[in-house]
């Protein structure tokens, strides 16, 4: 099993509706990020979180919103969908202190259309 | 601001070519710079990395060194393999936290 795990992998949904995507991960890591990739831009940051309590914008946040949950539950809420919004999307992980080497950890990845 | 510029793909190569991905940064200060690898339906996974001038990394066959004086992080392969098939992202780690992506460059190795 995947140490990140993101769910849905795929979603088709309509302009308007809310949209949540999910990740877990069991790799035991403080710091959360979302990312969103598009052809030709690479990844940009949405948000990220350091911890329960600590949650922070990325460069393009506007139009979504975020939940750490727990620790190893980060969720990216669209509150409501646009087509500019299609993307896929990533969720990674990174350990503070000691295990520092400076690798993200990336889940396999959440395609979302919105039409 | 800091950012990363890698050359446009796709790039195709016949098996056993010789590979060069060219990446340049801008930053302030000194960052750690990488290469990720993404396979087809999957996320991204760090291929390796450089954490000061003049640092080689490698991984797989895989190298990129840590240029300061030309701002670069070129990624080198002697001979490629099908397998080698997959979007590769050059990125910079600035502070602790700030990471930059470039674009990604797809590679397609044909046998």
């Known amino acids: 099993d995947a140490d990140v795990t993101q769910t849905p992998r795929n979603r088709i949904t309509k302009t308007g509706k809310r949209i949540m995507l999910e990740c877990s991960q069991t790799?035991?890591?403080?710091?959360m990020y979302w990312y969103r990739q598009d052809p030709g831009l690479g990844l940009r940051l949405i948000y990220y979180s350091f911890d329960v309590k600590d949650i922070n914008k990325g460069e393009i946040s506007d139009g979504y919103s975020v939940s750490r949950q727990a620790q190893a539950k980060f969720s990216l809420s669209l509150e409501s969908a646009i087509p500019n919004q299609t993307a896929l999307y990533f969720c990674a992980t990174r350990p503070t202190g000691g295990g520092n080497t400076g690798e993200l950890f990336f889940g396999e990845g959440s395609r979302l259309t919105v039409l | 601001g800091n950012s990363v510029t890698q050359m446009e793909g796709p790039v195709t190569l016949s098996e056993e070519a010789f590979l060069t991905i060219n990446c340049t940064y801008t930053?302030?200060?000194?960052?750690?710079l990488f290469w990720y690898v993404q396979y087809p339906g999957e996320g991204l996974q760090l291929l390796l990395k450089?954490?000061?001038?003049?640092d080689k990394g490698s991984n797989k066959g895989f190298e990129a060194t840590y240029r300061k004086e030309t701002t670069s992080f070129h990624l080198e392969k002697g001979s490629v393999q099908v397998s080698d098939s997959a979007v590769y992202f050059c990125a910079l780690k600035y502070n602790f936290n700030k990471f930059y992506f470039g674009s990604g460059t797809k590679l397609n190795v044909k046998p």
């Open positions: 450089a954490t000061k001038a003049d």
């Open positions: 790799k035991g890591h403080d710091r």
């Open positions: 930053a302030t200060g000194y960052p750690s």
